[in-house]
């Protein structure tokens, strides 16, 4: 029978995973490997405080693990000596990782005999790092995709195992987008672990001239003002339409903005175009704000906010 690095090739679907995620994109992936092969363990991130209440909120790969009766385990830290026992203890072929929140540490990254692979959400060597649909959305980008690297110790500067790209659609924002990569990941996951087990892939170093970053956002990434360009603003306000939210200040109060789409129409920055729907002036065109959050409110429709602020065409904000 024949042996690719050591592993029955027929016994290949009997890998053992230990799987790396956090958030609702690393689900999709979570549920495809487990459908094709056993995976030890999951590995996410502490539930955190949310809401008001401040209530402790499990991670969306802790309650999907739980339905698919797998192990979860929440280290605070995997550079502690009992993250590292513990996962040779459970004694994995391989770690995939799908925005777990943590960097592998070296000794992690040499346990499983097959290494650590990780499916990150751009087609690297562009935006490594934190943000990369973010930043993908804020860039005006048109294309981008999911990349199965090869684990080092570096932010995603390991060898390329293989890669998927879709396109990016006018109407596309952050969460339709982060729903595409899971999509995508979930395809490309399973499958690229096979044939790399099988000895099928030969991993590719990228190329470090074309490497760009997407790194952390934070809070003061959304803040716009009208006096920038009008495509600049609903870019911006598609890439952070899941957290933080693109916002400015009207009457000295925050109002956070959704959803926008781009005029083309013409007039002095900040100014009140029309009322239905609200289209404000800014550099270059204008902005409709079709979904806004004001500061101590709900969400609401822009015509429903300039109509709370007794707006009428031709008032600056």
């Given amino acids: 029978m024949a042996v690719a690095n050591g592993l029955t090739i027929a016994k290949v679907n009997r890998l053992r995973i230990l799987y790396m995620g956090t958030p609702g994109i690393a689900v999709a992936p979570l549920r495809a490997l ?5 995976v030890a363990g999951v590995f996410c991130r502490p539930d955190k405080p949310a809401g008001r209440k401040r209530e402790l909120k499990p991670p969306a790969t802790k309650i ?14 995997l550079k502690s000596s009992a993250s590292l026992e513990l996962i040779e203890s459970l ?7 799908m925005a777990y929140g943590q960097i592998l540490p070296k000794d992690i990254l040499s346990i499983p005999k097959y290494g650590c692979i990780n499916a990150h959400a751009s087609l690297l060597p562009k935006y490594r790092g934190a943000a990369p649909v973010q930043y993908a959305l804020m860039n005006g980008d048109v294309v981008t995709g999911v990349t199965i690297i090869r684990m080092d110790e570096g932010i995603d500067t390991g060898e390329i195992l293989s890669a998927a790209e879709f396109a990016i659609a ?3 924002d952050a969460v339709s987008v982060f729903s595409k990569v899971s999509e995508t990941a979930a395809d490309l996951l399973p499958e690229t672990t096979e044939l790399w087990a099988k000895g099928k892939i030969t991993a590719v170093k ?14 003061e990434t959304g803040r716009f003002s009208f006096s920038e360009d009008a495509r600049v603003i609903h870019n911006r306000i598609r890439g952070l339409c899941a957290w933080p939210a693109a916002y400015f ?3 000295g109060k925050i109002v956070k903005v959704f959803k926008s789409a781009y005029v083309p129409e013409r007039g002095s920055e900040g100014e009140v175009l029309s009322l239905k729907p609200l289209t404000v002036a ?4 204008a902005l409709a704000l079709i979904d806004v959050l004001p500061a101590s409110g709900k969400r609401m429709d822009g015509t429903s906010f300039a109509a709370g602020l007794r707006l009428k065409k031709g008032d600056i904000l």
């Fill in 249 to 251: 200040e009207a009457r």
């Fill in 282 to 285: 800014a550099s270059g065109g």
């Fill in 206 to 219: 990228q190329d470090e001239d074309s490497a760009s970053y997407a790194p952390m956002i934070k809070k």
């Fill in 34 to 38: 487990a459908r094709r092969y056993d």
């Fill in 91 to 97: 004694a994995p072929d391989l770690i995939a990782v």
């Fill in 64 to 77: 999907a693990a739980a339905q698919l009766s797998i192990r979860v385990f929440q280290p605070e830290s």
């Fill in 170 to 172: 006018d109407e596309d």
